[in-house]
C-alpha cells in the first residue's frame, strides 16, 4: 500500500555512507534515487566524518543555514553537503572523536538499555561514539527543521554499528520513530565464519554463551538492545529473519529484500563494447603482474566481497579452481581467477606490478598478489594457493591473482572501479557460506556477467522462488550448500564454471585426474551432484579422449568376446567403441574376475563397478552431455 511520505522526513544512518566498506554500501547507495522520489529534500544521509570520505562535496547551501546554526550552537562537528552518486542526496558527516568520555557514555547504556559494553574494544567504542553523535544531529536537525510540526521524523540505522543512535534518540527525542534493519547477525557472521553450521543447529544454540565463547558480547549486546528497542525491526532476506529471531530475541516486522535501481546501470547484455575495453584493461594489467602475455580467449573468473575466507566461499572457489588447473592439463584453455577480496594491505608492490622479468618474488616463484598483503606468510588465499598449486607458473592452465585494494579506480594495479571489473569478466563465482542477502552475485548478475551463488545467501534464495514462480533465471546458478558436504560443492562449482548444458537433466563429467565419473541434475548453471563413482579410464597410451560429448547407445547384453564379457554398456562417443562398462567378467558371466579400479586402466573405455554402471543404464537418457577432462 503506497503512503503519502511528502511531508515526512527521514534520516538514514550508516557507516557506510561516503565510506565503501562492504554490501551496505551498495544497500543505501543503491536505493537513493527511490528515496528522492518519496521524501525529496526531505530525506537526509548520515555517516562517519573520515577527513577523506570519497564522492563527498561539502556545499553551503540555503537548505543548511539553520541546521548548521543549531549544530554549532551544541558544538556538534559537522560537515555539510552532497554525495557525489545519481540523485546527489544531502550528507551530513559527523565527527565524533572527541566528543564523550568513554565510561560515562558506556555506563548510561548499560544503565538504560542493558548494553554489556565491558569487553568492547576500539572496534566497538568507535562505531558507539559515530552513532550516539549522530543521533545528537537527529535531534538538533529536528529543532531546526521545525519537526515533527510540519510531518513526522522517522530514523534508519543500519547494523548493530549505528544502535547507539537508535537508543539516543529512544532516549531524548521519542518522537522520532526509530527502524533498526540487521543485514546479518554479528553471532551468525561469527560462528559461520569458524565453520560452524548454524542453520542445522540454530535452536541448539545459547546465543549469551557463544557470544562470549568468540568474544562479541559487547557487540552482540548492543544489537540485541537495538532490535528489541526499534520501534520497527527489518532485515533483508527470510534466512536472516529465522535467524534474528534465535540469536536477537525478535522476529523482524518487516522483510525489505535488497535491490539495484537498473536505470543507473548499463545494459551490458546489449552493447558489450565498453565491458570490450575493460577486459583488454584487465588482460594486460594481469600480463604484467604474470611477465607474460594471456590469450585473448582466456576465461575471467571473479569472487569479491568482504575477505571472509569460509564465510564468502573463497576456499570453494580456490579449491574448485585447483580441479580446474589439473582438468586443463591437456587443453588450450585458460582460466584468469581474480580475488578482488579488500583485506589489510600496506599498499601496491611495485615490483609485482611493474611488469619487469628481473623483478620476480625469491625462489623461482612468480607474483600472485598486486600489492604488500599484511602477515603474508599466514594469508589464507596466497597458502591455499601455494597448496593447490596455483602459483602462476606459465605451464598452469589457470592463473590467480589477488588484489587486496578497494578497486576505485586508483588502486595501484588495475586502475579500474569495481563496476569496470566486474563487466570485464566471463563468470561470477560467489559460493558463500554464510550471506544474508549477497549483493556480489546480485550486482553481477546485473552487469550481465553469468553468475553462481548458493542457496546459502538471501539473494539465491530469491532466485530459487523466482524459478518456482515464473520459470528459470537464465545466467544465474544457483549451489545447494545448506545440508551439503565440501567436496560436493566444489564439483559442483567446477561444472556450472564451464557453463556446460544438456539435451536432457543429466550431465555426466569423467574426471581423467581423480579416477571419478560425477553424474549431476539440473540446468545449464545450477547444475547439481546427484552420484560420484569411482572408475578406471584409459592407461597411459589408450587414454580416455578428452573432449564434450553424449550418451548415444545403451546395450544391455553389453560386450562379450573369447576372454571377457563387460555389461551393461552405455557408449558415449558417436562411431566409436569408447563407453562406461562394467569391470571384466568371465566371458557369458557377471563373474568379476578384474577389480581394477581407480586408477587408469582400460583401453580408453570406462570400467565400473556393476552396481554403478547399472545405475547409470538405468538413470542416464541418451542424449545426454558426457564431459571428458
Given at each position: 500500500m503506497s503512503q503519502d511520505l511528502s511531508n515526512a522526513t527521514l534520516f538514514e544512518v550508516s557507516w557506510e555512507v561516503c565510506n565503501k566498506v562492504g554490501g551496505i554500501y551498495a544497500v543505501v547507495s543503491s536505493k537513493i534515487l527511490e528515496a528522492l522520489a518519496a521524501f525529496g529534500e526531505n530525506y537526509f544521509l548520515l555517516g562517519p566524518d573520515l577527513g577523506n570520505n570519497p564522492d563527498f562535496e561539502e556545499t553551503d547551501e540555503p537548505c543548511w543555514q539553520e541546521l548548521r546554526q543549531e549544530t554549532d550552537r551544541r558544538n556538534l562537528s559537522c560537515r555539510l553537503g552532497r554525495w557525489n552518486i545519481p540523485g546527489r542526496p544531502k550528507v551530513i558527516l559527523v565527527g565524533y572523536r572527541d566528543r564523550y568520555d568513554q565510561s560515562q557514555l558506556l555506563f548510561s547504556l548499560w544503565n538504560r538499555y542493558g548494553v554489556d559494553s565491558i569487553s568492547g574494544g576500539w572496534d566497538y567504542v568507535e562505531p558507539v561514539m559515530f552513532s550516539t553523535a549522530c543521533g545528537e544531529v537527529i535531534e538538533a536537525a529536528c529543532k531546526a527543521l521545525h519537526i515533527p510540526a510540519d510531518g513526522p521524523a522517522l530514523a534508519h540505522f543500519h547494523e548493530w554499528m549505528c544502535g547507539g543512535g537508535l537508543l539516543y534518540l529512544k532516549t531524548n527525542a521519542p518522537y522520532v520513530g526509530t527502524v533498526f534493519t540487521t543485514h546479518a547477525t554479528m553471532l551468525g557472521r561469527s560462528m559461520a565464519g569458524s565453520g560452524f553450521d548454524i542453520y542445522k543447529q540454530m535452536h541448539q544454540i545459547n546465543p549469551k554463551h557463544e557470544a562470549g565463547a568468540y568474544n562479541i558480547t559487547a557487540k552482540c549486546s548492543m544489537e540485541t538492545a537495538s532490535a528489541r528497542e526499534a520501534d520497527c525491526f527489518t532485515t533483508v532476506s527470510r534466512i536472516t529473519a529465522d535467524e534474528a529471531g534465535v540469536f536477537l530475541g525478535r522476529t523482524p516486522d518487516v522483510l525489505t529484500l535488497n535491490?539495484?535501481?537498473?536505470?543507473?546501470?548499463?545494459?551490458?547484455?546489449?552493447?558489450?563494447?565498453?565491458?570490450?575495453?575493460?577486459?583488454?584493461?584487465?588482460?594486460?594489467?594481469?600480463?604484467?603482474?604474470?611477465?607474460?602475455?594471456?590469450?585473448?580467449?582466456?576465461?575471467?573468473?571473479?569472487?569479491?566481497?568482504?575477505?571472509?575466507?569460509?564465510?564468502?566461499?573463497?576456499?570453494?572457489?580456490?579449491?574448485?579452481?585447483?580441479?580446474?588447473?589439473?582438468?586443463?592439463?591437456?587443453?588450450?584453455?585458460?582460466?584468469?581467477?581474480?580475488?578482488?577480496?579488500?583485506?589489510?594491505?600496506?599498499?601496491?608492490?611495485?615490483?609485482?606490478?611493474?611488469?619487469?622479468?628481473?623483478?620476480?618474488?625469491?625462489?623461482?616463484?612468480?607474483?600472485?598478489?598486486?600489492?604488500?598483503?599484511?602477515?603474508?606468510?599466514?594469508?589464507?588465499?596466497?597458502?591455499?594457493?601455494?597448496?593447490?598449486?596455483?602459483?602462476?607458473?606459465?605451464?598452469?592452465?589457470?592463473?590467480?591473482?589477488?588484489?587486496?585494494?578497494?578497486?576505485?579506480?586508483?588502486?595501484?594495479?588495475?586502475?579500474?572501479?569495481?563496476?569496470?571489473?566486474?563487466?570485464?569478466?566471463?563468470?561470477?563465482?560467489?559460493?558463500?557460506?554464510?550471506?544474508?542477502?549477497?549483493?556480489?552475485?546480485?550486482?553481477?548478475?546485473?552487469?550481465?556477467?553469468?553468475?553462481?551463488?548458493?542457496?546459502?545467501?538471501?539473494?539465491?534464495?530469491?532466485?530459487?522462488?523466482?524459478?518456482?514462480?515464473?520459470?528459470?533465471?537464465?545466467?544465474?546458478?544457483?549451489?545447494?550448500?545448506?545440508?551439503?558436504?565440501?567436496?560436493?560443492?566444489?564439483?559442483?562449482?567446477?561444472?556450472?564454471?564451464?557453463?556446460?548444458?544438456?539435451?536432457?537433466?543429466?550431465?555426466?563429467?569423467?574426471?581423467?585426474?581423480?579416477?571419478?565419473?560425477?553424474?549431476?541434475?539440473?540446468?545449464?548453471?545450477?547444475?547439481?551432484?546427484?552420484?560420484?563413482?569411482?572408475?578406471?579410464?584409459?592407461?597411459?597410451?589408450?587414454?580416455?579422449?578428452?573432449?564434450?560429448?553424449?550418451?548415444?547407445?545403451?546395450?544391455?547384453?553389453?560386450?562379450?568376446?573369447?576372454?571377457?564379457?563387460?555389461?551393461?554398456?552405455?557408449?558415449?562417443?558417436?562411431?566409436?567403441?569408447?563407453?562406461?562398462?562394467?569391470?571384466?567378467?568371465?566371458?557369458?558371466?557377471?563373474?568379476?574376475?578384474?577389480?581394477?579400479?581407480?586408477?587408469?586402466?582400460?583401453?580408453?573405455?570406462?570400467?565400473?563397478?556393476?552396481?554403478?554402471?547399472?545405475?547409470?543404464?538405468?538413470?542416464?537418457?541418451?542424449?545426454?552431455?558426457?564431459?571428458?577432462?
Open positions: 535491490g539495484l535501481d537498473l536505470r543507473v546501470i548499463p545494459d551490458y547484455s546489449r552493447d558489450r563494447s565498453l565491458a570490450a575495453a575493460s577486459r583488454q584493461r584487465l588482460l594486460e594489467a594481469a600480463g604484467r603482474l604474470l611477465r607474460r602475455r594471456l590469450p585473448e580467449d582466456t576465461r575471467i573468473f571473479l569472487v569479491s566481497g568482504r575477505y571472509e575466507y569460509h564465510n564468502k566461499g573463497i576456499d570453494v572457489f580456490l579449491d574448485a579452481l585447483g580441479m580446474v588447473n589439473t582438468a586443463l592439463s591437456q587443453s588450450q584453455s585458460n582460466v584468469l581467477a581474480l580475488c578482488a577480496v579488500m583485506g589489510g594491505h600496506s599498499g601496491v608492490n611495485a615490483d609485482a606490478v611493474s611488469g619487469d622479468p628481473a623483478k620476480l618474488p625469491g625462489q623461482g616463484g612468480f607474483w600472485i598478489s598486486s600489492h604488500h598483503v599484511y602477515n603474508q606468510p599466514n594469508d589464507p588465499i596466497l597458502n591455499a594457493c601455494q597448496r593447490l598449486g596455483l602459483d602462476n607458473r606459465p605451464e598452469n592452465h589457470v592463473q590467480v591473482i589477488f588484489d587486496p585494494a578497494l578497486l576505485d579506480g586508483k588502486d595501484g594495479f588495475l586502475n579500474m572501479r569495481y563496476e569496470e571489473v566486474l563487466a570485464a569478466c566471463d563468470l561470477g563465482v560467489f559460493p558463500s557460506w554464510y550471506e544474508p542477502w549477497g549483493y556480489t552475485p546480485h550486482e553481477s548478475a546485473a552487469y550481465s556477467v553469468p553468475t553462481v551463488t548458493t542457496d546459502l545467501s538471501g539473494f539465491g534464495l530469491w532466485i530459487r522462488q523466482l524459478e518456482n514462480e515464473v520459470g528459470p533465471q537464465p545466467g544465474i546458478g544457483v549451489i545447494a550448500r545448506r545440508n551439503n558436504d565440501y567436496s560436493k560443492t566444489t564439483k559442483e562449482v567446477w561444472i556450472n564454471a564451464k557453463g556446460y548444458s544438456s539435451n536432457t537433466n543429466y550431465l555426466v563429467w569423467i574426471n581423467r585426474a581423480y579416477q571419478h565419473v560425477n553424474v549431476f541434475t539440473g540446468s545449464k548453471g545450477s547444475w547439481k551432484l546427484t552420484k560420484s563413482f569411482v572408475v578406471g579410464t584409459g592407461a597411459p597410451g589408450t587414454e580416455t579422449p578428452v573432449g564434450v560429448t553424449k550418451v548415444t547407445y545403451k546395450l544391455k547384453a553389453g560386450w562379450t568376446t573369447s576372454t571377457y564379457t563387460v555389461r551393461p554398456v552405455v557408449g558415449f562417443y558417436p562411431d566409436t567403441g569408447y563407453a562406461f562398462h562394467s569391470r571384466l567378467c568371465t566371458p557369458k558371466t557377471d563373474k568379476e574376475y578384474d577389480f581394477s579400479s581407480g586408477y587408469p586402466v582400460s583401453h580408453g573405455c570406462v570400467r565400473m563397478q556393476k552396481s554403478d554402471i547399472n545405475w547409470i543404464y538405468d538413470n542416464v537418457p541418451i542424449g545426454s552431455t558426457v564431459v571428458i577432462f
